[in-house]
């Protein structure tokens, strides 16, 4: 679970911080205070995580020009994404394997680049204390603290150990800073999904493709999988109380039923049932449309995930974000999910985190 994001001169975001609890967060605020840059920011690390570089088009977002989320585009500015997770038992499981025995507390991971002159900067914290800080800084590539010395190897993958690779024998605080990183990159595999505000664009483009590596418990970033995902939940025993599940709680959209097959080889497409007739899916209202990966998500994301939804909002008037934000609390109570949400809606819901966000 992620407790903790800390954003700078990432888009529009000067220095901002935030605190996150389990089941639902929403963060809200006006235009332009930074709601959907700090859940990008977030998901940029996450989508990195392991790689020997930041994956700027990915599968969870798609940035295309690393200039273009610098604030202001000034290439001078240092860009910061620090993030703090609670250890879990997944990541504990791993903590042991390399012999670090923490049952319990917090990693604070830490990324930082400008780009102008290429400097890079990382920082592991296990329970708030410091165990090392490193980059490449003016050229070379330093250990920075506890003590300085080289590296060898230029520290540019992302929350991963290698990136921690000294020229001699590692001093003790590195070689806990690898094995936290080695258990926080392997603990966090397969729990951590976005959803952005482009969910909407998808329908038209992607409806009639099939795809041959889907992902086990993904919609995507883009929700391009949720029709795919959709063909396989109702033809899967197993999951037959799920989907009754996804009926009942898209039922308050006034969605009688929802199906989805082969049209053609190779052609694949889904329908809904509304007002007594069928239609084609991307041809539903944008509350439906908005929706319905979000709750597909929801039903196939494992036991203690954390879930990211940019714009739950999107489509939804005030009594049909407090149906789905209910439906959305139920989950992340039922299976230990995290979610977190952006809104322009101020959600009317007892269970959540209500998170403000003022023009930064």
Same mark, same amino acid.
């Given at each position: 679970?992620?407790?903790?994001?800390?954003?700078?001169?990432?888009?529009?975001?000067?220095?901002?911080?935030?605190?996150?609890?389990?089941?639902?967060?929403?963060?809200?605020?006006?235009?332009?205070?930074?709601? #959907?840059?700090?859940?990008?920011a977030v998901s940029l690390i996450m989508q990195s995580?392991?790689?020997?570089?930041?994956?700027?088009?990915?599968?969870?977002?798609?940035?295309?020009?690393?200039?273009?989320?610098?604030?202001?585009?000034?290439?001078?500015?240092?860009?910061?994404?620090?993030?703090?997770?609670?250890?879990?038992?997944?990541?504990?499981e791993f903590l042991r394997d390399t012999g670090v025995?923490?049952? #319990?507390? $917090?990693?604070?991971?830490?990324?930082?680049?400008? %780009?102008?002159?290429?400097?890079?900067?990382?920082?592991?914290?296990?329970?708030?204390?410091?165990?090392?800080?490193?980059?490449?800084?003016?050229?070379r590539n330093l250990i920075l603290k506890p003590e300085?010395?080289?590296?060898?190897?230029?520290?540019? %993958?992302?929350? %991963?150990?290698?990136?921690?690779?000294?020229?001699?024998?590692?001093?003790?605080?590195?070689?806990?800073?690898?094995?936290?990183?080695? $258990?926080?990159?392997?603990?966090?595999?397969?729990?951590?999904?976005?959803?952005?505000?482009?969910?909407?664009?998808?329908?038209?483009?992607?409806?009639?493709?099939?795809?041959?590596?889907?992902?086990?418990?993904?919609?995507?970033?883009?929700?391009?999988?949720?029709?795919?995902? /959709? $063909?396989?939940?109702?033809?899967?025993?197993?999951?037959?109380?799920?989907?009754?599940?996804?009926? #009942?709680?898209?039922? @308050?959209?006034?969605?009688?039923?929802?199906?989805?097959?082969?049209?053609?080889?190779?052609?694949?497409?889904?329908?809904?049932?509304?007002?007594?007739?069928?239609?084609?899916?991307?041809?539903?209202?944008?509350?439906?449309?908005?929706?319905?990966?979000?709750?597909?998500?929801?039903?196939?994301?494992?036991?203690?995930?954390?879930?990211?939804?940019?714009?739950?909002?999107?489509?939804?008037?005030?009594?049909?974000?407090?149906?789905? /934000?209910?439906?959305?609390?139920?989950?992340?109570?039922?299976?230990?999910?995290?979610?977190?949400?952006?809104?322009?809606?101020?959600?009317?819901?007892?269970? @959540?985190?209500?998170?403000?966000?003022?023009?930064?």
């Amino acid at each position: 679970m992620i407790t903790k994001a800390c954003v700078s001169n990432f888009k529009a975001i000067r220095d901002v911080c935030v605190e996150f609890g389990d089941g639902l967060n929403v963060l809200v605020g006006p235009p332009s205070s930074g709601k #959907s840059s700090i859940l990008e920011a977030v998901s940029l690390i996450m989508q990195s995580r392991g790689e020997d570089a930041l994956i700027i088009e990915g599968r969870l977002l798609m940035i295309h020009d690393i200039v273009d989320v610098i604030r202001n585009m000034d290439t001078s500015n240092r860009v910061a994404v620090s993030l703090r997770f609670s250890v879990d038992k997944h990541i504990v499981e791993f903590l042991r394997d390399t012999g670090v025995n923490v049952d #319990s507390g $917090s990693i604070t991971y830490s990324y930082s680049f400008t %780009h102008s002159t290429g400097d890079v900067e990382q920082g592991v914290w296990l329970n708030d204390k410091l165990l090392v800080s490193f980059g490449r800084l003016g050229g070379r590539n330093l250990i920075l603290k506890p003590e300085p010395g080289d590296l060898c190897i230029t520290p540019y %993958h992302v929350m %991963h150990e290698d990136a921690l690779e000294t020229c001699g024998e590692a001093p003790d605080e590195v070689k806990v800073a690898r094995a936290v990183l080695f $258990s926080l990159r392997q603990g966090l595999r397969d729990r951590f999904f976005f959803i952005g505000e482009n969910r909407l664009a998808w329908w038209k483009r992607t409806f009639e493709t099939t795809v041959d590596l889907l992902p086990d418990y993904s919609v995507g970033g883009d929700a391009q999988y949720t029709v795919h995902q /959709l $063909s396989r939940m109702l033809t899967v025993p197993s999951y037959r109380e799920q989907v009754k599940e996804l009926l #009942s709680e898209m039922g @308050a959209l006034g969605v009688e039923d929802l199906t989805a097959g082969f049209i053609a080889p190779n052609r694949l497409m889904g329908f809904i049932k509304a007002r007594g007739s069928w239609g084609v899916l991307y041809n539903a209202g944008l509350g439906v449309r908005s929706t319905l990966p979000l709750i597909v998500q929801l039903v196939l994301a494992p036991e203690d995930s954390t879930i990211i939804i940019d714009g739950v909002d999107i489509g939804l008037d005030e009594q049909s974000l407090g149906s789905v /934000l209910s439906a959305v609390g139920r989950y992340a109570r039922g299976k230990g999910l995290q979610v977190i949400a952006s809104s322009r809606l101020r959600p009317r819901v007892s269970d @959540a985190r209500v998170i403000e966000l003022a023009v930064n």
